[in-house]
């Protein structure tokens, strides 16, 4: 059966880090690539890497990263942020990336999720979702809403309906993540996530609020998440990919194990 | 030098990435005369089958992978390039290169609960011992993306398996020719592992 996916995701300003991430090593200052060869050789199973830089002049310095990840990290990997149109997928496809990510420009314009299934098939698509709870309405039966531009816009659109109409229009994947639990480190949306991986048959990306591996645990079992984002539980140091794993292995989940980086028959 | 096969179905940089990553010297190549010739050849692809068939033929790479294989040139296929090997792919009902007797299939009927498609992490299990499995061990894990499987006809083609729902063909081969379902070139260092075992594969 298919392993549970940990994945992690690495904020890139104008190609560099950024500052939310603590480094251990002086020497890794600001460099994504640096930053995704090292949890690439923890063992961590795949990458996001969010664009957050202002100007779209310079987004092609993004796509310098996107090629360098690819000669050095042999795991898929995906990119997202200020992709808007086929042909922004497209280049960052081009350079390596497995995957595209998209959230706000999909909610404004859902026929992009078609348009880059069909140009690319929907396993190079993950629809990325920012939810909040609010009360139940006849607008949201589920009480949660989807926002974007970092949760400042509410859409007044029902997270549940908004996951299944992604399916429908070609999605291969979903990130949910809750703007409620991010940064709070006190645990996942368990019943957020349930809730849309019960209604949906692709995988199930469960974001925001993870801060020790019990709460991994959880979603991905009461959660029925197929891989979980985590964030700050590397980044601050804290833990390691094969700690996290080690604890997820320990209570019977399938994770993957790894030989780090050397080959085995290069010894010769 | 190996020649990767560019016939318009992606994935070609990640597979030349991991080449050059290993210091394998290679090159990409569309022309017929060129993949004919080859010393070491691997045939990539992600995408769908009719089409990647499709631009086969149209090429002359179809005919070209053909002579290489029968003059025994080693090749390494992967996704797509696992799948048209065979005779026939349910995917667009076209017909393979047909260099391994078999269908490709498409995953169904596996209980609700499975994804399609099957996408992910999953352990590969070596059925019969080939020097390209060299040093790859049980447990061990590859990244696939896929919703159609290699189902040979001859079962001693049959090399690995994975399991999902129920065991599946996951690493076929012929003579001169292995190929794999999962992505080789995205799995780590064991995928790395694979590939600089064809690059010294001798026949």
């Known amino acids: 059966m298919l392993s549970k996916r940990i994945i992690s995701c690495l904020d890139v300003r104008e190609g560099k880090l950024a500052k939310s991430i603590k480094f251990l090593e002086t020497r890794d200052i600001g460099d994504p690539v640096v930053q995704a060869h090292k949890y690439y050789l923890q063992g961590l199973d795949e990458l996001v890497f969010y664009d957050i830089t202002a100007s779209s002049d310079n987004r092609s310095i993004m796509l310098n990263v996107v090629s360098r990840v690819a000669e050095q990290v042999f795991i898929p990997f995906s990119v997202g942020g200020g992709l808007r149109t086929v042909d922004d997928c497209s280049r960052v496809l081009l350079a390596g990336a497995e995957k595209v990510n998209i959230n706000s420009a999909a909610v404004k314009n859902p026929s992009l999720i078609t348009e880059v299934s069909q140009a690319f098939g929907s396993q190079a698509v993950v629809l990325s979702m920012d939810v909040r709870r609010v009360p139940p309405t006849l607008e949201i039966p589920s009480g949660y809403e989807i926002v974007i531009n970092g949760g400042r816009t509410p859409m007044e659109l029902d997270a549940i309906a908004w996951a299944t109409r992604g399916e429908e229009l070609g999605a291969g994947e979903l ?8 940064g709070t480190k006190a645990g996942y949306e368990i019943r957020l996530t349930r809730m849309i991986a019960e209604a949906v048959h692709i995988p199930v990306i469960a974001s925001g609020g993870g801060g020790k591996p019990e709460h991994l645990y959880e979603v991905l079992t009461e959660g029925r998440a197929d891989a979980v984002l985590v964030a700050s539980m590397l980044h601050y140091g804290e833990y390691t ?28 | 030098m190996i020649t990767i096969v560019d016939y318009k179905a992606g994935n070609l940089t990640s597979v030349r990435r991991a080449l050059d990553h290993l210091g394998i010297p290679n090159q990409i190549s569309s ?45 390494l296929g992967i996704c797509i390039g696992c799948q048209i090997i065979l005779s026939h792919s349910e995917e667009g009902d076209t ?20 994804k399609i498609p099957h996408m992910g992490w999953n352990a ?44 599946f063909p996951v690493a076929i081969g012929s003579k001169n020719l292995f190929a794999v379902q999962f992505h080789a070139e995205k799995s780590g260092a064991i995928g790395l592992q694979l590939i600089k075992n064809f690059a010294g594969w001798n026949i």
Do not use: W
């Open chain 2, 124 to 167: 590969v299990a070596i059925t019969q011992s080939h020097p390209i499995l060299r040093n790859i061990l049980p447990g061990d894990e590859f990244y696939f993306v896929h919703s159609y499987y290699p189902q040979p006809t001859d079962l001693t083609t049959i090399y690995a398996t994975s399991d999902y729902g129920e065991p």
């Open chain 1, 241 to 268: 990919v094969g700690a996290i794993k080690k604890y997820l292995a320990g209570k019977g989940i399938k994770v993957r194990m790894t030989i780090g980086e050397d080959l085995r028959n290069s010894v010769e």
């Open chain 2, 31 to 75: 022309d017929p005369r060129i993949v004919r010739n080859a010393k070491r050849i691997i045939f990539p692809g992600v995408g769908h089958a009719a089409t990647a068939m499709r631009v086969l033929q149209e090429s002359g790479l179809d005919s070209a992978l053909k002579e290489a294989f029968y003059r025994g040139t080693p090749i």
């Open chain 2, 95 to 114: 017909p393979g290169l047909d260099l391994i007797p078999g269908v490709c299939t498409h995953f169904q009927d596996r209980g609700a609960s499975l």
């Open chain 1, 175 to 182: 990130v949910v993540n809750s703007i409620d639990a991010d």
